[in-house]
């Protein structure tokens, strides 16, 4: 450990702490800015009676190989309880390559599934019910080609949009953030994520298109105050944008979600989850003008981190994953992921999974968490960590806004640059001591490591040529009239500025690729590079 | 005498930068140059600019598993450019049977998830010293 003298003790996010809390130290009209759980400003959860009327939705995040290997991984997950899925796919569907594609030479289903036509998203669903299960897609670049393929293999088994439930990701802007599989620059990139909100604001009535994220800043290296900064700052911006088309805030707002990290520092997190809450109700009404409280409640997905997860004694890493998704349940998240221990070596193992779901369930059943809901309201700390972590990431929007909001200021590379500093500072604590990690810098054991190793993940090798195979027949057998004709609807589309939705659907029915599709946005938008951070 | 002359990127479709531009960032503070392209840049980008560049090291990151194709892909443009003298390093989620792999196809030194960062610096610094003492 590190011999320097100690310095004031604080968050992780650098809030400080003092040794006891009392009274004196939440300021008044606590109620003011609590209320109950349900109502206005949602500070104690966006429902009334949360996790007494039902428990959160597990959702492991899963995917790899073909449709039929993660159709498989699905069925094992919803056997074992799991409450909905989550589709991870590989990096050339995220990227808008097929899989025969140059591009995706040794990438094909290996981070996620690979899904060429909406023949495989039909595979990938083979016997669950879309009326029934409520689906998740991390997907974003290429998430109205997505959206366009899963309709239509929703179409193919009878059921109507509007059963459909569930979330896209399709939040661009934290693309050029953190998560980097964005494809076109910011401003097409926009307009195709407001496209799919426009769409489904009138379709799909119980589909969230889009869960505003600032999982992946966090995961990136920002801390907890920036990443409630950045979230906030994006959700104004796609507000802006769509009401920039005429829409109207209430009309769209209800269909928000968001998608926070819930890290290691419980009590920080817990209430970055309560501020994120009051924030978001603060922001829709005062600067939007909400007339409807749905249009305030802010409800949202967390992802455990897989960033505080060490390669070093992996077990350790359960413990961990059950302090993160304690704090998401103590926060009041809606659905909840936690990582495999073995996240640091590769794709989760079976056994791996299954410990991640029996985790989130023995804290749903067994510890007694989830009897009450915001069973940490009034605490005297938590109540003064919300307050000061809404401030803090209050100052920090009002930085960004002045920088010109979140589109200007990731163009610039503003926010890129906090992240990749704050990664820097916190790898250097760990390297010096000053910051413990159990197995890493402090308590280390080299013995026995290897028998500590999981199982690791397989993926079959033949997966990629007959996937490949597979997707050239079916582009083969296509009525290539149809197909052609449903391009060039397209690419008018494109062209003229209307929404691309419609003319996605009548893209994938006619077996249009997800490459082929995302080549008609390439030749119009074209394709983005980061600019160097330094 | 120059500093030493370190060209990083990322291939493949991978995005996860967060490793990498912290071991630039380190790399810098501890006296390299440091060239760093940037996501998604094929094999033969990367060799050129490490031989227009005139690097002493090439380091790249891959967290998507793809790692063994891509070193091959890269070792294999590397050579075919001339470029043999010019060590290859290799960062990410790196099950440790593929870091003997790896080593056994030539990647001069593996650092996987979890590696000390100063332990990085003081490893490709020392790569890429004896690069430059041969040149």
């Given at each position: 450990m590190s011999a320097e003298a100690p310095g004031p003790v604080t968050t992780d996010s650098g809030l400080p702490v003092e040794a006891v809390y009392t009274a004196a130290d939440v300021a008044d009209d606590l109620e003011g800015r609590l209320g109950l759980p349900g109502e206005p400003p949602f500070t104690r959860g966006p429902y009334p009676s949360m996790y007494r009327g039902q428990p959160w939705t597990m959702r492991q995040f899963a995917g790899f190989g073909s449709p039929e290997e993660t159709n498989?991984?699905?069925?094992?997950?919803?056997?074992?309880?799991?409450?909905?899925?989550?589709?991870?796919?590989?990096?050339?569907?995220?990227?808008?390559?097929?899989?025969?594609?140059?591009?995706?030479?040794?990438?094909?289903?290996?981070?996620?599934?690979?899904?060429?036509?909406?023949?495989?998203?039909?595979?990938?669903?083979?016997?669950?019910?879309?009326?029934?299960?409520?689906?998740?897609?991390?997907?974003?670049?290429?998430?109205?080609?997505?959206l366009a393929t899963y309709l239509v293999a929703a179409e193919r088994q009878g059921v109507g949009y509007e059963r459909l439930a569930g979330?896209?990701?399709?939040?661009?802007?934290?693309?050029?953030?953190?998560?980097?599989?964005?494809?076109?620059?910011?401003?097409?990139?926009?307009?195709?994520?407001?496209?799919?909100?426009?769409?489904?604001?009138?379709?799909?009535?119980?589909?969230?298109?889009?869960?505003?994220?600032?999982?992946?800043?966090?995961?990136?290296?920002?801390?907890?105050?920036?990443?409630?900064?950045?979230?906030?700052?994006?959700?104004?911006?796609y507000s802006d944008a769509l009401l920039a088309r005429g829409m109207d805030f209430d009309g769209f707002a209800p269909r928000l979600s968001f998608h926070f990290a819930t890290t290691l520092d419980l009590f920080e997190e817990v209430a970055k989850l309560r501020a994120a809450r009051r924030m978001w109700f603060r922001i829709a009404t005062e600067r939007f003008g909400a007339k409807d409280p749905r249009s305030g409640r802010l409800r949202f997905f967390s992802g455990n981190s897989g960033t505080t997860l060490t390669a070093q004694q992996p077990l350790n890493n359960i413990v961990r994953s059950t302090l993160q998704c304690l704090g998401a349940v103590l926060g009041g998240a809606q659905s909840i992921h936690v990582m495999g221990y073995?996240?640091?070596?590769?794709?989760?193992?079976?056994?791996?999974?299954?410990?991640?779901?029996?985790?989130?369930?023995?804290?749903?059943?067994?510890?007694?968490?989830?009897?009450?809901?915001?069973?940490?309201?009034?605490?005297?700390?938590?109540?003064?960590?919300?307050?000061?972590?809404?401030?803090?990431?209050?100052?920090?929007?009002?930085?960004?806004?002045?920088?010109?909001?979140?589109?200007?200021?990731?163009?610039r590379g503003v926010p890129q640059r906090w992240i990749a500093e704050s990664a820097y500072r916190t790898e250097r604590e760990i390297a010096q001591g000053v910051r413990p990690k159990v197995g890493v810098n402090v308590y280390v054991d080299d013995a026995g490591a290897e028998a500590l190793t999981p199982e690791r993940f397989h993926l079959d090798a033949g997966i990629v040529e007959r996937q490949i195979a597979r997707t050239a027949g079916r582009v083969a057998a296509r009525d290539?009239?149809?197909?052609?004709?449903?391009?060039?609807?397209?690419?008018?589309?494109?062209?003229?500025?209307?929404?691309?939705?419609?003319?996605?659907?009548?893209?994938a029915r006619a077996v249009a690729t997800v490459g082929e599709m995302s080549d008609v946005f390439r030749a119009t938008f074209g394709e983005f590079r980061e600019p160097n951070p330094w | 005498m120059r500093p030493p002359r370190i060209v990083l990127a990322k291939p493949g479709l991978d995005g996860h930068d967060r490793g990498i531009k912290v071991i630039a960032m380190a790399l810098r503070d501890a006296g390299a140059e440091v060239i760093y392209l940037g996501l998604r840049r094929s094999v033969a980008?990367?060799?050129?600019?490490?031989?227009?560049?005139?690097?002493?090291?090439?380091?790249?990151?891959?967290?998507?598993?793809?790692?063994?194709?891509?070193a091959a892909d890269l070792l294999r443009e590397r050579d075919a450019r001339g470029l043999a003298e010019v060590p290859v390093v290799l960062g990410g989620t790196i099950p440790t049977a593929d870091a003997e792999a790896l080593r056994a196809l030539g990647v001069a030194a593996v650092y996987p998830v979890g590696a000390d960062l100063f332990e990085v610096v003081q490893g490709?610094?020392?790569?890429?010293?004896?690069?430059?003492?041969?040149?």
């Open positions: 498989a991984r699905y069925r094992f997950l919803l056997e074992r309880g799991q409450t909905a899925l989550s589709v991870a796919f590989d990096l050339p569907t995220q990227l808008g390559y097929d899989s025969g594609a140059a591009q995706a030479h040794a990438e094909v289903g290996r981070v996620g599934v690979a899904i060429d036509t909406a023949d495989d998203m039909a595979d990938l669903f083979d016997g669950l019910d879309l009326g029934g299960v409520s689906v998740n897609f991390t997907i974003n670049a290429t998430a109205p080609i997505i979330t896209l990701q399709n939040d661009i802007l934290k693309e050029f953030l953190a998560r980097k599989t964005y494809i076109f620059p910011p401003e097409p990139s926009m307009r195709l994520s407001c496209d799919v909100i426009e769409f489904a604001t009138e379709h799909l009535p119980r589909f969230n298109p889009i869960s505003i994220t600032g999982y992946h800043a966090r995961e990136a290296g920002c801390d907890a105050v920036q990443e409630l900064a950045l979230t906030m700052a994006s959700a104004i911006a073995d996240e640091a070596f590769e794709i989760p193992s079976e056994e791996a999974v299954t410990l991640s779901l029996r985790t989130q369930q023995i804290i749903a059943l067994e510890s007694g968490v989830a009897r009450t809901v915001d069973p940490l309201a009034g605490s005297y700390f938590v109540e003064r960590l919300t307050d000061d972590i809404e401030s803090a990431a209050g100052a920090t929007l009002a930085e960004l806004e002045a920088a010109g909001g979140a589109v200007i200021a990731i163009e290539p009239r149809a197909h052609a004709e449903a391009i060039a609807a397209l690419d008018a589309a494109v062209r003229e500025g209307a929404n691309v939705m419609p003319p996605l659907i009548d893209a | 980008e990367i060799v050129r600019a490490a031989d227009d560049d005139d690097a002493d090291v090439i380091g790249i990151s891959v967290l998507s598993g793809a790692h063994l194709e891509l490709v610094l020392a790569i890429a010293a004896r690069t430059h003492e041969v040149a």
